[in-house]
Structures are given as structure tokens and as C-alpha cells.
């Protein structure tokens, strides 16, 4: 470690600024000459008010953090300079440091030498030289920071949960557990998502149904709990700690206080519809129906498209047969408000529609599979009874080819892996072994069995006689070109551990179609506040650090809402997120970071460019006085509207002109030339 000090300096009518450079092990020190720049900084600088300049090995640590404490007190520091990584890692971590030593935590910077510096550059001298304009910008713009207090808001105990999924109802049962209440909202007419389809799960073969079911009823009899099905959510307002959400509940056309799901009006109804959702399209439901038997709530819905009476205005069997009376076609639905401290979305993923791979004849080639359909297919309450057959329902295939990354992996379709495919295909290979005597091809790009359990259930299959073929299926086709393919389905393929293209004849094709973001995955991040990546999943604050919270205080995310996972994973995040809502709750208020944007009525014309830029609804407008408020509750500083201000009537605390500017300067070394501010009395 190299210390720069400039003790000569005792002037109190200027500040006293500390600058500590890091190394970051390697990170920094192996482009940047650390000991030069700081060097540097504790000569050049001085007349700027730099008193001490030092580096050291790892500033985050806690002897770098106790180096910062004892010059503050021991030099009587009024400023704090660190250089090191971006401040989204760290500026707490040195603020808090700061803070210790007896200082306003806003008057630290933390300017970024590693990802704006070190990380992009190679010339080792450039890089040095930039890393000190880097610091003599941070220097010019701390002189300009101002000693800020943070917002401290009350927090509801109440929270949302929206989305009925296992991530959902993960959430929701650990917040209730906890004591608190909580209100769980599913669009679809019970709790269970997507994983109250499945037959078995891996690596264990669970029963998904034996797993899920008794959390449904937790949630469906938890005191705690105020389950709205067949609901959305339609408006969002407030804040962290103060939401105030409107929720649609959708008309059942049921009476539920009164219906005691005893199935009657479901066994009358005559009109038979294909089940597109909990069975895929190969089952039939009624027009009035309970999606399955396990279904939290039990009682039915009916489904207005399909109702005889809603179309034709006759039948009304089901209320004819009730037992109960509790049919009510009058209803209506219901707009409720509810006030909530914070909200968990677990909204989870649509399935990758194989029909835009024509090549694969999804749609086209009747015993082409999607994996949902091949789950319905297996599950033992499934249209088939569990029985593994083709789409006459009676034959039993003797070949099944499985194939993997269907529109994952694809610059066509979707980039990313779907992280469960690999494991699917292995789940569905043994299945078909369980329940038919077939031969089983699984084709696959890369084999990714990474987690407890998972390669030793991919040892399993090969031990079952599962045949797998390395290489991208190009088509599946009909079409029989040699002896043998007559009536069957053709997988052409490029074998790249036999380095030859193949044909191969099946019976069944499985599709293991990737995870994609739900179709209305803007709307609902709009909603919310939140941001969408260029993918369509909802974006983390951090995807390490804090991989469940997002950049609006109080909206967490939980499960495929961020992107594809199995279902431990998305279990371990819909308790986590709970976690950090009941770190909130026990604390009864948060404090908020006081970087905000504030609006100087007298400046303030009225013209309303602000008003719609907002990423996060803070600004709301004054039709009597005619200017704009900004809630500082709800702004983030993000300075959209200050740039946008043509008046100049909104300022960023922490963002002032006075500091870019000076942050500029000092970035093109005109402020070594000048004397120090002398600080207003």
C-alpha cells in the first residue's frame, strides 16, 4: 500500500478530501498503475483539497473500509473519494464506511476505475492516465455533493402476491406463516400453474400432484390468505410500503358462498369444449368446469364463450340441477381495492408455439408431441389415463424420438437455453421406457445435467437403453424415402459424434419447446413499473447480488418471471423474495435513498413534457396551481424529466448541474489550474 499525504494543508475554509484507489486484486492493478495514480492524485490534486491518496489490495474489504474510517477521524476528512468497481456493486458498501467515520454518507464518491476503465482497455498507459482523469472528475464533483438525509416511509404489512404458480404460492404461504396477510391473485380459475400438469418431476419422479395439492389446500384454508382467482390486476398505484392495487374479479357466474363443488352442474352441462389450457387440447371440458379434481378453489367456473344460455339464451341446466341454487348468471364482475406494503410478481412463462419450426410438423404431422401435451399425455389423470399412445388414442408407439432446445438455443427463435429441457427429455426418455416397450432417441445440441441429482439420473436413462444422438434435428417429415420408413415419422439429423447425417424412423416425436416470457410480459412490467430485457423477462436489481428485487422498491420477482428455471429453483425464489418482504415488515419502515428529483414551482410552466416520461408513475400534475409535484416516494433518480425539463425546473438531488459540470471538468484536467472553493460559511 502507497499513501500520499499533503499535511500541509490546514486551511478549514476548504475541504479535506480523502482518495482511495483499489487494486481489486488483479482487476484493476493489471492494467492500471495503481501506485502512479495514486501517486498522482495526492500531488496534482492538492490544491483541489486532496489531504491523503492511498490504495490498497481490496478497498471493499473491512481493512479497507477501517482505512477510510480512521483518516476521516484522524484527518479530520469533509469529502471521500474511493476509486474501485461500478458504484451499482459498491457505493453502499462505502457510504456505510463513510458513515462510521462520522460523515454524511453522501459525501463519498465512488467512481469506476475497474468496469470504465480497466476492463475495457488494454494499453496500459492509456488506461492509467484515464483512471487519474476518472478520479479528478470524482474529486471536482464530491466538492459539490451535499450532507442528504434518506426518505424514511411506513410499511404496510399486507402484501400482494401475484401469480398462483409454485413460486406464488411459495411466497404466499411464508409470508402467511409468518403472520401476516397476504392477497394471492391467479387469472386462471385455481392455484397450481403449470406444474399441476405435470405427471412426475425430476431428478426424483415425484409425484408432482402429491407435492403441490397440499400446499393448494394450505393456501386455500390459510387464515391469512384472501385467494383471488379468476382475477387480474389493473391498476397499480403509490409506493413502496403503500401500494394501492385495483383488482378485477372476473364473474364465475358461481356463488361461492353457497356452491359446495359437488360437480353436479358440471355433470349435467351438455356442451363438451376442448380443454386448449390444463389439458393442452387433448381432453374435453364442459362450458361450466373445474380446471382439475385437485382444483383450489373447488368451485366451478363457466365459461362465457362456450355457454349455451350466454349464446342462444336457453338451456341453464346447470342451474336447473343445483342443489344449492348457486348459480348466477346476473353476476358481475368486481372491482376491488386493497392497500399493500409491497408485491411479489411470480406470473411464470408461455410455452415456445413449435408451429413456427414448420420444419418439425408441429400441427401438421399428427404424432409430433409439444412436452406439455407428452405431460398430459403421462399423467395418470391425463386424457389417456397415463397411457403413452399416439393421436388415435389406441396405438402404442414402438419408436419415440425426443428432441431437445426446440426454439431455445436459436438465434431464429429464442438465444438462451430453457435450463429444464435436458432434464425433460431425460424425464420423458424413462417414462416411455416405464410404460411401453419403445426404443427411445434422445436429440440433443449439449447434454446440461447441472445440479443435485441430475447427472446421476442422466447416467440412469443411458443404464435404461435410451440411444442419444448429438446433433441439431434439421426436419421431421412424413416423407419415406427407404425401406422401412413407410407410415412412419423421419427425424433427418446430422450425427456430429458419428460426423454423418442420419435418418431416423419413429412413431412419436416429442418436442421439448422452450420457456418463453408471457405473451403479455410488457404490459405487466408496465404495469408494475418494472423492466422487461430485450428478451422479455423482467429484469433484476442485480442478477447476482439481489437476483429477486428489481430497480422499483417494494415489487419483487419470483420464478420464470425473470427467466427459466426448474422448479427448486423457482421454489427457493419465491422464498426468497418473501424473505426480503418480511425483512421489510418486521423493520415497519424503510429508509429510501434521498437521490431524487424535485420541481422548483417557480420555474415550472405547466407544459406537461415531464408528466409521461416517467418509467415509474412519480409525477402527477396540479390542475389549480398548475405546476408538477414529483412523489419522492416513488422516484427512483433516473433524471429522465430533469433532461426533458425545457424550463430547467427540475433538479436531481445528487445530480446537480454544478456537479456534472464539475465532474466534466475534472475529467479534462482543467481543474488542476484552479484553487479550491472555499465553503460556504
Request: hydrophobic content about 35%; some cysteine; overall charge negative.
Amino acid at each position: 500500500m502507497t499513501t500520499q499525504g499533503t499535511n500541509g494543508h490546514e486551511n478549514n475554509s476548504q475541504e479535506r478530501i480523502g482518495v482511495y484507489v483499489c487494486h481489486c486484486g488483479s482487476n484493476i492493478a493489471g492494467v492500471v498503475d495503481v501506485e502512479e495514480v495514486t501517486r498522482w492524485a495526492g500531488e496534482a490534486l492538492k490544491d483541489r483539497g486532496v489531504v491523503v491518496s492511498r490504495d490498497y489490495k481490496f478497498m471493499c474489504s473491512s481493512l479497507g473500509q477501517e482505512l477510510i474510517e480512521q483518516d476521516i477521524k484522524e484527518k479530520n476528512l469533509t469529502r471521500v473519494v474511493v476509486a474501485a468497481c461500478s458504484p451499482h456493486l459498491h457505493e453502499s458498501t462505502f457510504r456505510t464506511a463513510t458513515e462510521r467515520g462520522g460523515l454524511n454518507p453522501y459525501l463519498s464518491e465512488l467512481v469506476s476505475i475497474r468496469e470504465q476503465v480497466s476492463w475495457v482497455h488494454t494499453d496500459k498507459q492509456a488506461a492509467t492516465e484515464k483512471a487519474k482523469a476518472v478520479i479528478s472528475g470524482g474529486v471536482e464533483r464530491v466538492i459539490h455533493n451535499e450532507p442528504l438525509e434518506p426518505l424514511h416511509v411506513p410499511i404496510n404489512e399486507a402484501s400482494l402476491v401475484v401469480g398462483g404458480g409454485i413460486a406464488g404460492i411459495q411466497a404466499a404461504l411464508e409470508l402467511a406463516d409468518a403472520g401476516h396477510p397476504v392477497y394471492l391473485v391467479e387469472r386462471e380459475p385455481s392455484i397450481g400453474g403449470h406444474m399441476a400438469q405435470f405427471d412426475k418431476t425430476f431428478p426424483t419422479l415425484d409425484c408432482a400432484a402429491c407435492i403441490l395439492t397440499p400446499r393448494m389446500v394450505s393456501v386455500g384454508n390459510h387464515p391469512n390468505i384472501n385467494m383471488l382467482t379468476w382475477s387480474e390486476v389493473t391498476k397499480v398505484e403509490g409506493y413502496v410500503g403503500n401500494f394501492d392495487v385495483t383488482i378485477r374479479k372476473k364473474a364465475r357466474y358461481i356463488d361461492e358462498e353457497v356452491c359446495t363443488g359437488c360437480g353436479i352442474c358440471q355433470e349435467k352441462c351438455p356442451k363438451k369444449v376442448i380443454d386448449e389450457v390444463y389439458e393442452a387440447g387433448l381432453g374435453y371440458r364442459k362450458a361450466v368446469y373445474t380446471p382439475f379434481p385437485q382444483a383450489v378453489p373447488k368451485y366451478p367456473v363457466i365459461d362465457e364463450e362456450n355457454c349455451i344460455y350466454f349464446q342462444r339464451g336457453t338451456c341453464k341446466a346447470c342451474e336447473k340441477f343445483c342443489p344449492t341454487e348457486a348459480i348466477d348468471f346476473e353476476q358481475e364482475d368486481k372491482y376491488l381495492n386493497v392497500k399493500v406494503g409491497n408485491i411479489v410478481l411470480a406470473t411464470g412463462y408461455d410455452l415456445f408455439d413449435p408451429r413456427r419450426i414448420t420444419q418439425y410438423g408441429y400441427g401438421r404431422l399428427a404424432n409430433v408431441f409439444t412436452s406439455l401435451e407428452f405431460e398430459r399425455l403421462t399423467n395418470a389423470a391425463g386424457p389417456t389415463n397415463g397411457k403413452v399412445v399416439l393421436r388415435d388414442g389406441v396405438s402404442e408407439p414402438k419408436a419415440v424420438g425426443i428432441i431437445h432446445c426446440v426454439g431455445s438455443r436459436d438465434r431464429n427463435y429464442n438465444n438462451y437455453c430453457s435450463v429444464i429441457c435436458c432434464m425433460q427429455g431425460l424425464k420423458f426418455a424413462h417414462l416411455v421406457k416405464e410404460r411401453t416397450d419403445a426404443t427411445v432417441y434422445n436429440f440433443y445440441i449439449d447434454m446440461r445435467t447441472a445440479a443435485k441429482a441430475y447427472d446421476e439420473f442422466y447416467q440412469r436413462v443411458l443404464e435404461e437403453g435410451t440411444l442419444f444422438v448429438r446433433g441439431k434435428v434439421a426436419e421431421v417429415t412424413d416423407a419415406a424415402r427407404l425401406p422401412g420408413e413407410e407410415g412412419k415419422l423421419i427425424i433427418q439429423v446430422e450425427d456430429t459424434l458419428a460426423g454423418k447425417q442420419r435418418r431416423i424412423p419413429v412413431d412419436m416425436v416429442v418436442l421439448s419447446a422452450a420457456l418463453e416470457p408471457r405473451h403479455d410480459a410488457n404490459e405487466v412490467a408496465k404495469l408494475f413499473g418494472i423492466s422487461c430485457s430485450s428478451d422479455g423477462w423482467a429484469i433484476e436489481k442485480h442478477p447476482k447480488l439481489d437476483p429477486v428485487a428489481t430497480m422499483t422498491e417494494g415489487v419483487f420477482i419470483a420464478g420464470c418471471v425473470s427467466g427459466p428455471k426448474d422448479i427448486p429453483a423457482t421454489v427457493s425464489q419465491g422464498a426468497a423474495a418473501s424473505a426480503r418482504v418480511l425483512g421489510r415488515i418486521e423493520q415497519g419502515e424503510i429508509a429510501l435513498e434521498p437521490v431524487r428529483a424535485s420541481v422548483i414551482e417557480e420555474r415550472c410552466s405547466g407544459c406537461r413534457i415531464c408528466n409521461d416520461l416517467c418509467p415509474f408513475n412519480a409525477i402527477l400534475f396540479h390542475e389549480d396551481k398548475m405546476v408538477t409535484e414529483i412523489n419522492p416516494a416513488l422516484c427512483q433518480g433516473c433524471g429522465t424529466c430533469v433532461a426533458a425539463c425545457p424550463a430547467g425546473a427540475i433538479t436531481g438531488t445528487g445530480f446537480s448541474n454544478e456537479q456534472v459540470l464539475a465532474q466534466i471538468e475534472g475529467l479534462l484536467l482543467q481543474n488542476l489550474s484552479r484553487k479550491p472553493e472555499a465553503v460556504p460559511a
